[in-house]
């Protein structure tokens, strides 16, 4: 069964950095592209980074590009964004998927989300 658990949310203030994790399950990471999307309340998820197969080409939102990283580990089957010089408006329910395209965050089996909270 496909399930994804994503960890490492907190709050920080502004400027600092968080590391999220994604830890996947009934299938293999190595196959498909994974992303990281968020969402606020009365938001719609939006997509922030994500990385094809083979761990090489990534594609990133403009207003997260230069300060988040995603990298895949396919040892572990995790996926991991690290966030630096974080903004108030970064703040924000994170969520994995394995999916590649960061302007259809279209999926049946979102995880429950690891919050963010970047205060000023």
């Known amino acids: 069964q496909l399930q994804l658990e994503e960890s490492g949310g907190g709050s920080v203030q502004a400027g600092g950095s968080l590391r999220l994790s994604c830890r996947a399950s009934?299938?293999?990471?190595?196959?498909?592209?994974m992303g990281w999307f968020r969402q606020t309340p009365g938001k719609q998820r939006e997509g922030v980074a994500t990385?094809?197969?083979?761990?090489?080409?990534?594609f990133y939102a403009d207003s997260v590009k230069g300060r988040f990283t995603i990298s895949p580990d396919y040892a572990k089957s995790t996926v991991s964004l690290q966030m630096n010089s974080l903004k108030p408006e970064d703040t924000a329910v994170y969520f994995c998927?394995?999916?590649?395209?960061?302007?259809?965050?279209?999926?049946?089996?979102w995880g429950q989300g690891t919050q963010v909270t970047v205060f000023s």
């Open positions: 998927a394995p999916l590649c395209d960061l302007s259809t965050p279209e999926f049946r089996y």
């Open positions: 009934g299938f293999d990471i190595r196959n498909y592209c």
């Open positions: 990385v094809y197969t083979g761990g090489q080409t990534t």
